[in-house]
């Protein structure tokens, strides 16, 4: 198969030194979705590719690419880049985790779709400030059905009502409603963070605003989410011990 040299617009999330004085990326594309890419001397302080290959750039890379294997980073343009996030230890914190997981949702030049902007969006979010740990939760829960493993959360699992005080049951696979408590194996979460859980879960990371959510609450969802990963992708991710040593800081250990 030929070569094509092709602009696919996106993120560049993670960088590594290869052999003497290259470079390999990786990026998260509309067009291709996950390319690893080599820089050709990018290691190289007069390289012009030196400067532009830092994790949480975004804009449009011209590579050659046969769409399968390692393709090569050529040029770039519109650039653009977030010197901030080198500072800033919580947000980039937050982003290694969530473009790690997604990361691992999806094979080399499988497509996206909708989490191509799932993560965009996200990545955006964050960096303009929005709560970085509801917008985690939200790709996290989101993400699921990238794994195959999408939880039920838009109505009971055993009637079907969609309105009312709801547990999350993890041998089930989604929500259950306050009728059926007795008779399934749940997680005895409190009603507010079961609701936030399908909040998170349900809607487009479009339409979610400002929300204010308690410490304590976001702490619940977050072990909640933690366990139906635990039991149901099972990923060891350093990042997240990174996140979790950086959020340590955020929400004491009790
Ligand atoms: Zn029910």
Redesign the pocket.
Known sequence: MAYDLLDVTGILFKRRRYQEADLLAKLWTRELGIVTVIIKGGMRPKSPFNAVALPFTEGTFSILTKRRGISQLRATKDLKQHDELYSDLVKNAYLSYLFDLADHAFSEYQPLDEFYGLLVSAFKRIVAGQDPEIITQMVELQLLAAYGVMPHLAS?L??G?EQGIFDYSIALGGV??S??FNRVQREHLSPKATGLIRTLGLIPIDRLGEIGVSDQLKLETRQAIRKIYQATVDLRLSSLNFLDEIRSDIFPKK
């Open positions: 009971c055993i009637c009502k259950v409603c009728d059926h």
